[in-house]
Structures are given as structure tokens and as C-alpha cells.
């Protein structure tokens, strides 16, 4: 069943290209059904060959179009046949990749679903669901991929979805802005991409995974640290880490449905996969920088997240600090504890954006917190599935959040005690703003009464404008229970419930043998767990008091600094715009005065050349015998002078 594994991208992407014909035809909702059930047909092929992956013989060996090892690789073309470099278009099925796709085609699915109702009335329906097709397409393409060329064929597609995505309602100049920003920011990693697949090549001699694996030991410490640094900077740029997370929480100008799939569930964690995924190459030295990377983003984006008083907002910060987690959980060598999170969130914040999504629709493109309240007796559906997520998110068992992030901690306390304080900090403060969010738009008393007019509203592309808070279509509201449902027992994919098996960390043992394996005795685990969920408690308990019984001065809480994110993304518009502006107009200008003017030099040079010895080409026949006479005479001359003659 394996075999089938080509069928996974191929399915998005012949959505992608009925919908480039037929979709204004189809029109609403056919185009949207389209793509949902592309959609849904990728999942079942990707469950297909899931199942024909566990009944591979693991004792065999693999190989092109082979079977083996619990892995496959299925070869759809030679691609670049240039002297040494042979990169095949080929798709690698392993329990690394099948883990990934297993959830971007079933979160994606129900992304899809969801989109069927909130995208109702938008005049560029066809279109939205042709990207993301093309988006889906693009993702398992990314994760798929056997080497490192059909990898970046993926990350460069989902880049241009984004920015496409991102912008869709183009004609708000903030829109505009953002989808620029992620683009731009994203290339900054793309660098880092591109550079160290050079450097593998150049090193190694190959750019697939699996020779990459084997070949890993041969990499001197200098050069595995250099590739790894420069992975990392790839990640940072696609995963939003320190210092280029700036694209994400303005990303949130795009549809919900949008925010939900790409920043939340699928994209940003691609960063995640490639490390994983090039494990063996990553130096000792470049993992401590990827752990203080990630421990430093997860505290800063928590911190930012705690003022924000834009509902999807709070959840791009949430996003960026989980990450942020998932690159602590990389540096800590914990690859299986990173992967288990990035599974765990792709349910419980796609869920939570979905939520969110929810409440915009029912409240005609409202997203102020402030003017929300008391939402549960009008979007009870909503409102219970929207706990859901934030207990998980927030850490409290037996909910999935609980075990990943317990996992990370565990793992980053194995390292170094300081890493674990800033993650048990940054989890404290996650229970704190989830709780904040969650009683501020649920909660409390109503507050959107007096502003019926959408305050701030993207287009009226949503069906819910002019009328009262209401709770959405089945459309939206099924795709809520389901992941509300995943986000309470996805914790149970790395739990040896059925049989090992099914756990998580021996199913990615074949790929990710040097994961770490926690040494810690187990009463200290017990106590790491028990800290950690107070810690939770700890931060829900102050929420409720500060926003349910009124008992804290909440203005105290929202200082500026917080709200604008350390004027981090200011300071850093403020310099692109002001020195790196100057800066690039310097380097336009010396390419124009310098380069430009030493290639216009020698087309000068060469064309008073021609000019001189033009008169030599005149197309008459005397003038040319004469040269020959002319000629001879002076070789005659030469040869006697010599003495040759």
C-alpha cells in the first residue's frame, strides 16, 4: 500500500487544478466541496499508506522504489542528472513523514470544512480554496520530500501561499502589508536553506536524507556546526523564532481559516520538521543555540502575549511562544518530546484559532476582546470546545497539552536548570493569557451590545455581518468538536495504552534513534509534573481573580511595553526602513557606478574596437586582394630578416 504514498500530494494538487479552470463555474459552495474533498481523499490515502507502512518488514533493507527498513522510497522521476549531483523528484515514507502528514492532511481536512461556512459571500470564494489546495499541495510536498531539493520545492510553495493567503483581502493596505512582510522575512531564511544544502553537497556528496544520515559522522565539527547554524536560521525564519518572528502576528490580517492552517497547525512548525529531520548533522555547540533560541522566544512571545487585546493576536504570540517550546524541546536533543508537540498543538491551536474564527463570525468581524463578554449562552458550541483547547494549551491533565509540554520541561531540565525555569515560567504565563482570553470573550458581562458594527472589520466576507452574536453553521461548528475532541486524547499517541506500537516514541525510533532518553529517576519526574501543573493552576487561579472577580487592577497588567511587543517589530521597521534603506540605496548605487560601469566599460572598449577595424570590412574584392598582397609581402620580408629563408 505504500506505493499509493504519490497519490497524498497528487490528490491537493488536481484540486489546485480544477479549481484553476473550473472553480469561478463551480462557484459557492461547489468550490469549496472541491477542495474539501481533495482534501479528504489525501487523509484516506495518507491512513493507506500509514498502515501499509507498519506491516513493512523492518529487517530488510531499503532503496530507491524499495521497500525497507520501515521506510520507502517511491522515485517519480529523475530531476537533475548534472555530473556528480543526481537529485530524483522522489517522496520518502517513513514514520517521520507519515507522522507530519498524518496530521496536515487531517487538520487540513477539517480546515477545509470549516472554510465552507466562514468564506460563504466572499466575491473570491473559487479562489481561496484554490490556494489552499496549492497550499496543501505544497505542505506535503515539504514533508515528503526524499531530499533536500524536493523539500525546498515544498518550503518555497508554502512561502508563496502564505504571502498569498495572507493578503487575500489585498485591498486593505494592512493585508497588503503583511503578506509583503511574511515574504520578505521568509526569504531571510531561505538563505540559510539554500547555504547549507550547499554545504552538504559540497562536504558529503548527496542531499538525501537517507545517505545524509549515513554520511552524518563523516562532517567535521566545524562544518556540522556551520550547516547547523545555518538550519537554524532556515527555521527561524519559516517557525517564527527570535529575531524573525515579526511576519506571524501580522499574519493574522488573513481569513481565520488561514491563521488556523498555515500559522498554527501546519507551516510555521516546517522549521520544527527540518531539524528533526537533519538531526544527525546538528553539532553539540549549534543545539545549546537552538535551545537558548527557543527558551527566549517562548518567554518573550508570552509576554507579549498577556496585553493583547486582538483575539487572534494573543494566539499568533501563543504560537510563536509554543514554538519556541518545540526549538527548546530540539535543543534539549528531545526530537520525539518536539515532534509529540508539534501533534498536540496542531490540534488544540487549530482548534483555538477555529474558535476564535467562530467568535468573529458570530459577532460580524469583531476582534476586540474588549467588546466581547458573556459569549457561552449565545455560541455554547464555541464557547465548550474553546475551554477545550485552552485547558489543553494551558497544561492541566489529562488534556494533550499536558504530556507534550511535561515532556519538554522534563527534557530541558535534563539539560540545564535554567532552561527549565524560563519554559516553567513561559507555561505559567501560557495558563495566565489563555485564562485572560478565554473569560474576556466568554465570560464577564456583555460588552458587544453597544458595538454592533464590527469595529475593525475585514471585508463582509463572512455571512454573519448586520445581524446578532449567534453560533455558526455545522460547517464550523463540527470541525470544533473534532479537534476538541483530538486535543483531549492526543496526549494518548506517545502513551503505551494500546501497545508500544503505537507510541510515538518507538514508532519514530527508526528515524530519530538519537533522541534523548530521560535519565531523571522517577520520583524527580513525578515532581517536575506536579510543579508544572501547579504552575498552571497557579496561572488560571490569577486570571480568575484579575478578570472574573475584578480583584487586581487590571490596567497594571497591559503595560505598553507588553502590548507592543518590547517595540521589537518597531524598532526593527524603524531600522529597515531608516539605516537598511540607506544601506541598500548605498549598494544599488556602487553596483551602478562599479559593476554596471565595468560591463558598460567593456562594451565600450569592445565597440570602438569594432569601429576601428571596420574599414577593413568594406565588401570589395580589390580592397580584400590587396590585404593578402599586402600580407604576403610582409611575411617574405619576415622570413628573410629572420634568416628562416
Known sequence: MVELAWLIPALPLAGFAVLLVAGPRLGEPGAGWLATTASALSFLFTAITFVGLLGLDAATDGGAGGRGGRWYVSTLFEWVPIGGLDVD??????????????FVTGVGTLIHLYSVGYMAGDPRYSKFFLYLNLFLFSMLMLVLGENLVVTFLGWEGVGTCSYLLISFWHERPAAAVAGKKAFVTNRVGDVGFM???????????????????????????????????????????????????????????????????????????????????????????????????????????????????DIKKVLAYSTVSQLGFMFLAIGSGAYVAAMFHVVTHAFFKGLLFLGAGSVIHGLGDEQDMRRMGALRAVMPVTAATFVVGWLA???????????????????????????????????????????????????????????????????????????????SP?????????????????????????????????????????????????????TLALVAVAAALGGIAFAVRAWLQARVATERLEPLLLQNAFYVDAAVSKFVGGPGNAAFEAAASADRRFVDGAVNGIARLVRLLGEAVRPLQSGYLRHYASGVAVGAVVLVVWLVLSGAW
Open 195 to 309: 547555504v547549507a544544502t550547499f554545504l552538504l553537497w559540497t562536504t558529503l556528496g548527496t542531499v538525501s536524507y537517507t545517505a545524509l544520515a549515513a554520511a552524518a559522522p563523516a562532517l567535521a565539527p566545524g562544518t556540522a556546526t556551520a550547516v547547523s547554524l545555518l538550519l537554524l536560521l532556515a527555521a527561524a525564519g519559516k517557525s517564527a523564532q527570535l529575531p524573525l518572528y515579526v511576519w506571524l502576528p501580522d499574519a493574522m490580517e488573513g481569513p481565520t481559516p488561514v491563521s488556523a492552517m498555515v500559522h498554527a497547525a501546519t507551516m510555521v512548525t516546517a522549521g520544527v520538521y527540518l531539524l528533526v529531520r537533519l538531526n544527525p548533522v546538528l553539532s553539540d555547540t549549534a543545539l545549546v543555540v537552538i535551545a537558548v533560541v527557543g527558551a527566549a522566544t517562548a518567554l518573550f512571545a508570552a509576554l507579549a502575549a498577556v496585553a493583547q487585546h
Open 89 to 102: 523528484a522522489a517522496l520518502l515514507v517513513d514514520p517521520l513523514s507519515m507522522t507530519m502528514a498524518l
Open 474 to 526: 455545522a460547517t464550523m461548528t463540527v470541525p470544533l468538536v473534532v479537534l476538541a475532541g483530538a486535543a483531549v486524547v492526543g496526549g494518548a499517541v506517545n502513551l503505551p495504552l494500546v501497545g508500544d506500537w503505537l507510541v510515538l516514541e518507538h514508532f519514530l525510533a527508526p528515524v530519530l534513534a538519537d533522541s534523548h532518553h530521560f535519565a531523571s529517576p522517577t520520583g524527580a519526574k513525578l
Open 393 to 471: 494549551i494551558a497544561g492541566v491533565p489529562p488534556l494533550s497539552g499536558f504530556w507534550s509540554k511535561d515532556e519538554i520541561l522534563l527534557a530541558a531540565w535534563e539539560l540545564h536548570w535554567s532552561l527549565w525555569a524560563v519554559g516553567l515560567i513561559t507555561a505559567v504565563l501560557t495558563a495566565y493569557y489563555m485564562s485572560r482570553q478565554t473569560f474576556l470573550v466568554f465570560f464577564g458581562g456583555r460588552r458587544w451590545d453597544d458595538h454592533a458594527d464590527g469595529h475593525g472589520a475585514q471585508p463582509a466576507s463572512v455571512e454573519s455581518a448586520g445581524v446578532g452574536p449567534h453560533e
